[in-house]
């Protein structure tokens, strides 16, 4: 059974270091959530290093660049940022969609996941070519965010047909951006593997990103156990499943993409949050409202 609490602090003292999500957590896709920004300033006061654990297929600088100037996202609230987008970006340039690939996603807003990461001493000279050409799928999202994953099936069936293997570099399905909910590379992946066609993931609930995000703890200087670790997050299929399957303890903002679900009016209802994690067969170890 998971413990409903009222802030991170009943528990932050229990644990090192935070994995946070961004979207639904720290900020609304639109402007900074300020009771999370205090809670996490408070935390990184006491001692506590917080690592944000996103599935935005850009690269970490794009993400820093992001939160700070549009969403006003303070430096003081995090110590450093593990992206899909990077560990998308790391498989993609070793080969594993091949060297000929079909991008599908915003050409301006991902323009950086075709930058070469860092951290590789040999990376493979990437090309975008049309779906005919190609030898692989590079996902970051829908051309559309607002339309429905069902229009890229007359693609998919073709990209099917020519085996070509999908990489998805943002797990999750939707996002609200406000009050509007908008399609995530999740489900184009989700739609591809339905029709046949191989997905290949590397945000969260995946491994990569979690190797990534210890590997961000490291690279401050900081050995930290796992028992010591508390993922936070709404997506009960991407930051509740991830931790879980990582064994990590996990904090559920039910009033993120779960609040219709979980009756969260500041906190979610108990009956209607047992009910919810009983459906989706998830047990996170703490549930609350909102991050504060």
Request: charged share 25%; hydrophobic share 40%; glycine share 10%.
């Amino acid at each position: 059974m998971t413990r409903i609490i009222s802030a991170l602090s009943e528990v932050s003292a229990n644990y090192d270091a935070l994995f946070v999500d961004l979207w639904g957590c720290l900020h609304n896709g639109v402007h900074a959530l300020p009771e999370a920004v205090a809670a996490l300033q408070a935390y990184r006061r006491a001692g506590g290093v917080v690592i944000l654990v996103t599935n935005s297929p850009r690269p970490r600088a794009g993400v820093e660049d992001q939160i700070r100037t549009q969403f006003g996202v303070p430096d003081d609230c995090w110590d450093a940022v593990a992206t899909s987008g990077d560990s998308a970006r790391v498989a993609m340039f070793t080969g594993v969609i091949g060297t000929k690939v079909w991008f599908m996603g915003d050409a301006e807003r991902d323009a950086g996941f075709f930058d070469v990461p860092a951290l590789l001493d040999d990376p493979l000279t990437i090309e975008r070519v049309p779906l005919d050409e190609a030898e692989g799928i590079a996902c970051c999202g829908p051309f559309d965010a607002l339309a429905d994953p069902d229009v890229n099936r007359p693609e998919f069936l073709l990209a099917k047909t020519r085996g070509l293997k999908l990489l998805c570099a943002n797990p999750d399905i939707v996002v609200d951006r406000g009050e509007v909910r908008e399609w995530c590379a999740g489900a184009l992946a989700r739609l591809y593997t339905e029709m046949g066609g191989e997905s290949l993931y590397f945000g969260k609930p995946h491994p990569p990103i979690y190797d990534l995000a210890r590997r961000r703890l490291a690279a401050l200087g900081h050995e930290i156990p796992d028992r010591s670790i508390l993922a936070i997050g709404d997506g009960i299929h991407t930051d509740v499943a991830g931790a879980m399957g990582e064994d990590l303890d996990s904090l559920f903002i039910t009033g993120g993409l779960a609040a219709t679900d979980t009756r969260t009016t500041g906190q979610p209802d108990p009956r209607a949050l047992e009910d919810f994690l009983a459906r989706e067969q998830r047990m996170p170890t703490f549930s609350m409202g909102h991050l504060r």
